[in-house]
């Protein structure tokens, strides 16, 4: 765990029963099967998914080809960001990889929130910075680590990717082809 997410997980044991009974005033638990979509291109993610059970993974399409960007597991915040942040239509699917249950939470009411919270503020920065930081680390590797590096990388770091995830989705999330990555796969 990184000092930023400790730092996250210290905020979130802190709250308080107030502000712990508004957030839960305005989150819904909700069950996707798997292959449900809890986002489409051109809707407005007007909602955060805290993964609570299964798996999920973002992806955008290009061409007719999908390129998957993120994969969610428990305690993981997916939303579209760009989306979320200007509440206007995106370009990324949400999708659920596994029987998924997600504990949803409306944008314009956790605004309000945090307008009489100042932890939730506090809390949503945290989160915004941690983002940017993963974001900055996977441009990083991208631009300067071959196909094999990022494999290795990604199997190192997240090796729960690896074990849960399918190939075919791994290979898109690491820009390589399925055979590419299958020769990598051989090699190692």
Known sequence: MTSHQLKIEKLTNSLDAPVLAALNAISITKTYNKSDFLLKEGDVCSKSFWIEEGIARKFYTNKDREITTEFYFKDDLAIAYESYTLQKPGREY?????????????????????????????????????????????????HTQNATQRYQNLCAKSAHIIRHVPLTHIASYLNVSLETLSRIRAKI
């Not at 309000?112 to 983002?131: A, G, I, N, P, R």
């Open 94 to 142: 949400i999708q659920a990889l596994t029987e998924l249950k997600v504990n949803t939470t409306d944008y314009a009411s956790f605004q309000d929130l945090k307008k009489k919270y100042t932890e939730l503020q506090e809390l949503d920065f945290l989160m915004t910075e941690f983002y940017a930081l993963w974001l900055e680390e996977k441009v990083f590797e991208l």
